[in-house]
């Protein structure tokens, strides 16, 4: 599709700092403790948490828990069908999944979870675009229910979460500064960017990449006050689901 039908028009005819229709619908599995669908336009990931006692053995005997997340993509998630990744990982995966993982984690007490290990599967029902953002999203969602199972089965005293957490994509398409980009921009996209924040406005990674074009630094921080600004509304979308703030 030519970059100037882009430009014309956004899917849904949103505006260039709106995000896609997003879907926050908790409690989708029957055996996780805590589990997400979450959507954003077309793009689904299925998000469960699990927590098992103890935790990997270099981290025995420290009084602290552990947060570690999956990431895949399911065969018919892609319009070519994408291969299982049976036995050897593809480095995507990895790399997102770390991301994910490294991002929950910023928001959890250690020492309140105890030697609990808490993970976090993340499977990409339909990709259009952001999965890794998504997927942040919804997993935090999937966190907060699990642990709150947790502290309601009495396995620890209350709930070790410190704040929220959620990320969403941004960059520069034909000269364009857009939030939350589907695949059919992020393809064209000239600047390609992802942000994982707080609910306190505090950063915790930034991802970003001169696809086409260098950009200055008067881009990269109106590109961050968009990715900010998406990230405000998805942690209240979380809120509004979990009722953690209330």
Known sequence: ???????????????????????????????????????????????????????????????????TAEYAM?????????KREVGQR?????EIERLIGRSLRTVVNMRALGESTVTVDCDVLQADGGTRTASITGAWVALHDA???????????RLPLTGQVAAVSMGMVDGRLLLDLDYREDSHAEVDM??????????????????????????LNTLLDLGQKGIAELIDLQNQVTGFRE
């Open 1 to 67: 599709m030519a970059i100037d039908s882009i430009k014309a028009q956004r899917s849904g005819d949103r505006a260039e700092d709106a995000l896609r229709p997003v879907t926050l619908t908790r409690n989708v599995m029957k055996n996780a403790l805590g589990s997400c669908l979450v959507e954003f336009g077309d793009t689904r990931v299925l998000c469960a948490a699990t927590i098992e006692d103890g935790v990997p053995g270099w981290r025995k005997a420290s009084r602290q828990g552990w947060v």
């Open 74 to 82: 399911l065969p018919a998630s892609t319009n070519r069908r994408t």
């Open 90 to 94: 593809k480095g995507r995966s990895q």
């Open 147 to 157: 642990l709150m199972t947790w502290v309601e089965a009495g396995k620890i005293p």
């Open 194 to 219: 992802n942000l994982v924040g707080t609910e306190s406005g505090e950063l915790i990674e930034i991802q970003g990449t001169g696809e086409r074009t260098p950009f200055s630094r008067d881009r």
